[in-house]
């Protein structure tokens, strides 16, 4: 169903419409839950590009787009690329749309568990908890 929601938008909307690049990031995350990891990246890589191209590095649909390709890489083992990427993410959704936001704080959470998948505990604890601090005080404890 993907494949043929992008074909179809490259169809009638063009490579370049924010709507078919949301057909191939949708698609990418299909493929990542499929374990095809290898098409997920290049996917989402083509997907990254364009909105970055067409909206902006600092788009929300571009940041988005960044941590599924983020997703991908973890998924892959690929810590230190998905860990540097994360950071990048991050950084840029701090800026763009605050500390407390709710996208950060997913962000902020996935770098944690990029760094427990390298066995850097410390460092993800201390993350786990500014995240949780930081959620309890936007969403209340309970």
Aim: proline share 3%; charged share 30%; glycine share 6%.
């Amino acid at each position: 169903m993907h494949r043929e929601t992008l074909a179809l938008r490259e169809t009638v909307l063009g490579h370049e419409h924010p709507e078919t690049i949301d057909s191939m990031n949708a698609l990418a995350i299909a493929l990542n839950n499929q374990g095809k990891h290898e098409e997920a990246v290049q996917k989402q890589d083509q997907a990254l590009e364009a909105y970055k191209t067409i909206l902006g590095d600092e788009h929300p649909r571009t940041l988005s787009s960044m941590n599924n390709l983020v997703n991908v890489l973890d998924r892959q083992g690929k810590y230190p690329e998905a860990e540097e990427m994360h950071r990048q993410a991050l950084g840029l959704r701090e800026t763009v749309l605050g500390r407390e936001h709710p996208d950060t704080l997913d962000c902020m959470y996935n770098l944690a568990l990029v760094l427990t998948n390298q066995g850097r505990f410390e460092e993800a604890e201390k993350l786990y908890r500014e995240e949780l601090w930081l959620c309890e005080k936007i969403r209340g404890r309970e």
